[in-house]
């Protein structure tokens, strides 16, 4: 898939500190060590409704990473995939009498519009499942040779499971206990109820074709892939093992990124799949999280409609911390609307205070688990300088409002 197109990032002088993330697996925070090309794999969206805010602010983390990271000199290899075929899109179809692949591709360039209007840089590779299943098919089939992969045993549905003894080290990834994956494996698309399975926990790898849903031919027989190995063969083929970021949002520890570590670590025999993995909080609206079944979303097209200004969004879903589980409240808006009119205007100026401790502390700050609050602080006290016309020297604006588009991905 083409992906969206990009603003141009201005540079900053200075050097930046080494990027420290917290890492779910060893629940440590932790210096990323990225070589001279930084590879980031941040799970997509499944295209059956609009981008919302929970989605734009996990995205928007990552967005920060791939920044940090190039502000460090590091070339940034970054992958996205789009589930455009899975249980929910097909059943969103049914309901509206949609055609699957028209709905993913309607969805897709929603998307597409919601992130070049945030300002998220795009991935160096976009790739659909659909695009990518001669690839899944081929690797699980090397699963299934190498026995990490077996056949149920169902002469209607021979579906192929992935075995959880395949890798020593299942379950390091999220950490929970078997209670908990059981439990999280039936809420989150598992089937841990299916007779037949050698443990309640494996995994779907290959769905065999079931009467009116949509198949693609291979060696494994007519059928379509299961959802974690999508991701497993999208990464593996374009980044490799070992890569130095696994994102999404906290909904995808387990099963999703448990899975797709052992899949791949099965495949190539080398542990760890990720150096970080990395989960996003998860935007709530109204005391409850903001999800589908519930209803309660908030999109990001909907804003723009109405006339937002998509920084505003953009500095609004910064303001609280990436990793925190956060409540959007409209009063997030304004004041990042009131923000970035002071900001526009400090930098608008002739001249402001030395810019060099600000970008100093902005650099610091993001690479310190991505403190977008304290980023957004330091940017704050300058304006708050600038305005009240303190400090003459004619560079600074220019200076704060490039670094400001360049690490937080505000255009001022
Ligand atoms: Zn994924």
């Known amino acids: ?25 060893t629940g440590e925070l932790r210096p990323t060590a990225p070589g001279a090309t930084a590879r980031m794999y941040v799970c997509g969206i499944t295209p059956y409704d609009a981008t919302h805010l929970g989605h734009a602010a996990t995205y928007l983390a990552f967005d920060l990473v791939n920044r940090v990271w190039r502000d ?24 509206d009498h949609d055609d699957w692949v028209v709905l993913g591709m309607r969805e897709t360039a929603l998307f597409r519009e919601d992130m070049e209007a945030l300002r998220v840089l795009p991935p160096r590779h976009f790739i659909g499942a659909v695009e990518a299943i001669p690839e899944i098919a081929e690797l699980v089939g090397k699963l299934l040779a190498s026995g990490a992969a077996y056949r149920l045993d169902d002469p209607e549905f021979p579906d192929v499971y992935f075995d959880i003894s395949a890798t020593r080290e299942f379950g390091y990834e999220s950490g929970y206990d078997t209670e908990t994956m059981l439990r999280l494996s039936g809420e989150r698309g598992g089937d841990p109820e299916r007779p037949g399975k050698r443990n309640p926990l494996d995994a779907l790898l290959w769905r065999m074709a079931r009467e009116g849903e949509p198949a693609w031919d291979s060696d494994l027989g007519r059928g379509r892939p299961g959802w974690h190995v999508e991701c497993t063969a999208i990464a593996l083929n374009r980044l490799g093992t070992q890569i130095d970021v696994q994102g999404g949002g906290s909904d995808l520890s387990f099963p999703h990124h448990e899975f797709g570590a052992a899949h791949a670590e099965a495949l190539t025999g080398v542990h760890p799949f990720a150096r970080h993995y990395c989960h996003a909080g998860m935007i709530g609206l109204d005391g409850e999280k903001m999800s589908k079944s519930r209803g309660n979303l908030v999109f990001v097209s909907r804003l723009r409609a109405d006339g937002v200004d998509p920084m505003a969004i953009r500095l609004a879903l910064l303001s609280g911390h990436w990793r925190s589980d956060r409540i959007w409240e409209p009063s997030m808006l304004a004041e990042a609307e009131a923000r970035l009119a002071a900001w ?16 100093a502390r902005l650099r610091t700050h993001l690479a310190d688990d991505l403190d977008t609050p304290n980023a957004i602080a330091a940017v704050d006290a300058w304006a708050a300088e600038a305005r009240e016309r303190r400090g003459r020297d004619a560079e600074a604006p220019g200076v704060i409002r490039a670094a400001v588009d360049a690490l937080l991905g505000v255009a001022l």
Do not use: C, K
């Open 1 to 25: 898939m083409l992906p969206w197109s990009s603003a141009p990032v201005p540079p900053v002088a200075g050097s930046a500190p080494p990027l420290r993330l917290f890492d779910t697996s």
């Open 344 to 359: 526009r205007e400090a930098t608008a100026l002739d001249s402001g205070p030395d810019a060099s401790d600000t970008v």
């Open 72 to 95: 460090g000199g590091h070339d940034v290899h970054y992958v996205q995939n789009v589930t455009d075929i899975d249980e929910p899109l097909l059943e969103r179809a049914i309901r």
